[in-house]
């Protein structure tokens, strides 16, 4: 089974910080993405990835920026947090070379709660 | 760009009813398209996805959902549900390969005894 694994699963910052949410997954993906989850909003994905050293923005990148120097990690930047980023953070990866298929399904992290004070 | 839509905010159901959750996905084409569930405190976990080919696409723990094209739906059902299906579940329609998936907003189950 595919794992993907986020650091934390509750974290709590204080309005200003830089936070980093880490995700790693064990089946040799090419594609990674993060998401937030806001009640009544589903899913919005943020940035995705579908290459070492390769990002592009998704529907929400304003204030994160992300990383991926290792095809299995995954990171998320918060360059200065603020209380609107508040929110529940899921990963997800998937397979398929080049840009991201749609079509092949996404295997998801159990997420961070995040809480920004 | 495609969009999809869970008209049902909460849904309520006794144990060993029968079950619909609704999904209309709005897309030109022939979309892909997905059912995730999400158990309280995890991840997003599929159900069952449509590609192409017969409508009516099985999934994991009894689930089945229709296409059906006319109605731009996909909707979720169960014969008869138990419990631990009490979740959050997600619609999610991808369209032509580099596009990303979108979801819906979600509807949350719950069962009664």
């Known amino acids: 089974d595919v794992k993907v694994t986020q650091s934390s699963r509750y974290l709590v910052k204080r309005t200003g910080e830089k936070v980093f949410l880490e995700c790693v997954q064990d089946?040799?993906?090419?594609?990674m993405f993060w998401y937030r989850q806001d009640p009544g909003l589903g899913l919005r994905l943020i940035y995705f990835?579908?290459?070492?050293?390769?990002?592009e923005k998704g529907d929400i990148p304003e204030g994160y920026s992300v990383s991926r120097e290792k095809k299995e990690r995954f990171s998320l930047i918060l360059e200065s947090a603020s209380t609107n980023q508040t929110s529940m953070y899921l990963c997800?990866?998937?397979?398929?070379?080049?840009?991201?298929?749609?079509?092949?399904?996404?295997?998801f992290g159990d997420g961070t709660r995040l809480s920004i004070l | 760009a495609q969009s999809v839509t869970q008209p049902d905010i909460h849904i309520t159901v006794s144990e060993g009813a029968s079950l619909e959750l609704r999904c209309n996905y709005s897309y030109g084409a022939t979309p892909y398209l997905f059912w995730y569930v999400q158990s309280p405190g995890q991840g997003l976990q599929l159900l069952l996805k449509y590609f192409s080919g017969d409508t009516l696409v099985q999934g994991i723990k009894g689930f089945e959902a229709e296409f059906k094209r006319s109605q731009s739906s996909f909707n979720l059902r169960k014969p008869s549900v138990h419990w631990s299906d009490a979740a959050e579940y997600f619609c999610?329609?991808?369209?032509?390969?580099?596009?990303?998936?979108?979801f819906g907003g979600g509807t949350r189950l719950m069962v009664k005894p």
């Open positions: 990835s579908y290459d070492v050293k390769m990002k």
């Open positions: 089946m040799d993906h090419e594609n």
């Open positions: 997800a990866s998937s397979s398929g070379t080049g840009a991201p298929y749609s079509n092949q399904p996404q295997h």
């Open positions: 999610a329609v991808g369209a032509n390969a580099g596009n990303m998936l979108t």
